[in-house]
């Protein structure tokens, strides 16, 4: 199907020659002279990408932009901007534009923009798709994994939701706590309800209080007004208290009893305040051994601990890896607005030698950054931090340690294996064939299917700085 493009300009001979080059191009094309008729063109079709001149009689083409972004957000735009007027250009990007071209152009030059343009349209329509398959696939909205250990905490989830019991997540930083909390506040019946956050790392008992429960006026010097805690702002939702090892154990009882009585009374005040709240905690500690410490209650921890569910670190599900990187691509390409849409094996191959001490938060991170630094579409090794980098070529040929995984793909981690013996094959004879199936101990043959198989040619060897 032929791509939809309306061109908007006052200037007959701009409009004609622009609509007579894009028709040659291929694409389908409305030319008009005002944004009014172009607003009622819109109504009634879907164009793909609107080209228009930002100096219009009476509509002008920031008004025109903002209109044609609430009529059709997937319409993408183009501005052409008079030379000289390059501050309204950058106003009709932070509107959203999508590009500009400054006249005088050569007409070349606006068809390039168009085409990436529409590459651009075409990635954020697989970008929500994707996201729809993830979500019915994998389960929580943002929240992906198809490892069994995350399939059971999205079980979990599933099944504890709707349940208002109390919650204990536990998991290392960057497991996805927080989301996991979010996960079960949205999926279940408070949703419409708040969802409060409180971390209670490194408060004091005073500021803990009247965090949680607020204070009454005077109570305490400073408290010049009546205030409420997260607890009474949580009323009808659910509380999420982070790092709940780290409250002291005099304010323990205090959580206690709101747990177990369902009312509290502000710092200083006498009024018994009743409420209904789904209480979620998130600790990276491990609470029984603080118990057995005697550095948390236990009749506090029994309360907590109805429910536990434990975020496996990313180094027990190297299997979510693949998956996540290219969610994450997708997320910050659009973000950034680039048309990157995937990852080399090689950069793949990095990802999965990393331990990622700091799990899912740091797999981020890289990936936004590998976004920020890569220059074609693909993600390469050399995009990556360098600290993930730094274990791109172990010298031995496994580098999975076995005591921390629960399981493995056998044909995945074989292959892994031959492709790397065969870099290492290639790289020590220089890509000399007759020399590599003789150290391989192969038939020429069988090398040359291999090497077509793993894709290891010179110019990717070189590409990617795998030798
Ligand atoms: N399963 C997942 N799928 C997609 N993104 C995830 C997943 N788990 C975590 N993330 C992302 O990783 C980042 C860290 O997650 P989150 O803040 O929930 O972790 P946390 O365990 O609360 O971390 P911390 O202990 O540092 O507070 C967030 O940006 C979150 O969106
Ligand atoms: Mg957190």
Redesign the pocket.
């Known amino acids: 199907m032929k791509s939809k493009i309306l061109v908007v300009d006052d200037e007959k001979l701009m409009r004609v020659s622009l609509e007579d080059k894009l028709i040659k191009e291929g694409y389908a094309v409305t030319s008009l002279s005002n944004a009014m008729e172009g607003l009622r063109e819109l109504q009634s079709t879907n164009f793909d990408v609107v080209i228009t001149d930002l100096r219009l009689p009476r509509i002008d083409g920031i008004e025109f932009l903002r209109q044609i972004k609430k009529l059709s957000p997937d319409t993408v735009v183009i501005i052409m901007t008079a030379y000289g007027s390059i501050e309204n250009a950058v106003v009709a990007m932070k509107e959203g534009a999508y590009d500009y071209a400054t006249k005088p152009f050569p007409l070349e030059e606006l068809t390039i923009k168009l085409k990436k343009a529409l590459k651009h349209k075409a990635v954020i329509a697989e970008n929500i798709l994707l996201k729809r398959q993830v979500i019915s696939q994998y389960g929580y909205d943002?929240?992906?994994?198809k490892s069994d250990a995350?399939k059971r905490v999205f079980e979990i989830i599933n099944t504890v939701s709707d349940r208002d019991t109390t919650v204990l997540?536990q998991?290392?930083?960057?497991?996805?706590?927080?989301?996991?909390?979010?996960a079960i506040h949205y999926n279940s019946n408070r949703r419409n309800g708040p969802f409060v956050k409180l971390?209670c790392a490194a408060l004091n008992k005073e500021i803990l209080e009247s965090e949680l429960f607020g204070h009454e006026k005077g109570s305490f010097t400073g408290a010049i007004k009546m205030r409420r805690g997260r607890f009474e702002l949580a009323d009808g939702g659910t509380i999420f208290l982070?790092?709940v090892d780290d409250i002291s154990l005099e304010m323990q009882v205090k959580l206690l009893r709101v747990l177990q009585e369902r009312e509290f009374e502000r710092v200083g005040g006498e009024e018994t305040i009743p409420i209904n709240v789904r209480v979620i905690c998130?600790t990276?500690k491990d609470l029984k051994k603080l118990v057995q410490e005697g550095r948390f209650r236990e009749d506090l921890y029994y309360r907590l601990h109805v429910v536990t569910i434990h975020?496996p670190p990313l180094r027990e599900r190297k299997e979510?890896i693949p998956l996540?990187a290219n969610?994450?691509i997708k997320k910050y390409a659009l973000l950034q607005r680039v048309t990157i849409n995937s990852i080399s094996q090689e950069a793949l191959h990095v990802l999965l030698l990393y331990n990622w001490p700091g799990?899912?938060?740091e797999?981020?991170n890289a990936i936004e950054h590998a976004i920020a630094f890569c220059t074609s579409d693909m993600i390469m090794p050399k995009d990556l931090p360098e600290n993930l980098r730094e274990k791109e070529t172990p010298s031995g040929l496994f580098s999975i340690e076995l005591s921390t995984i629960d399981s493995l793909d056998l044909q995945d981690t074989l292959s892994d294996a031959e492709r790397k013996l065969l870099l290492w094959a290639y790289q020590k004879t220089q890509g000399n064939q007759v020399r590599m199936s003789e150290i391989l101990k192969i038939p020429r043959t069988t090398l040359q299917n291999k090497l077509v198989k793993y894709n290891i040619t010179k110019t990717n060897i070189s590409v990617t700085g795998q030798t």
């Open positions: 943002n929240m992906i994994g995350m997540i998991g290392e930083s960057g497991t996805g706590k927080e989301l996991t909390a979010g971390s982070d790092d998130a990276k975020l979510d996540l969610y994450f799990n899912i938060r797999l981020e």
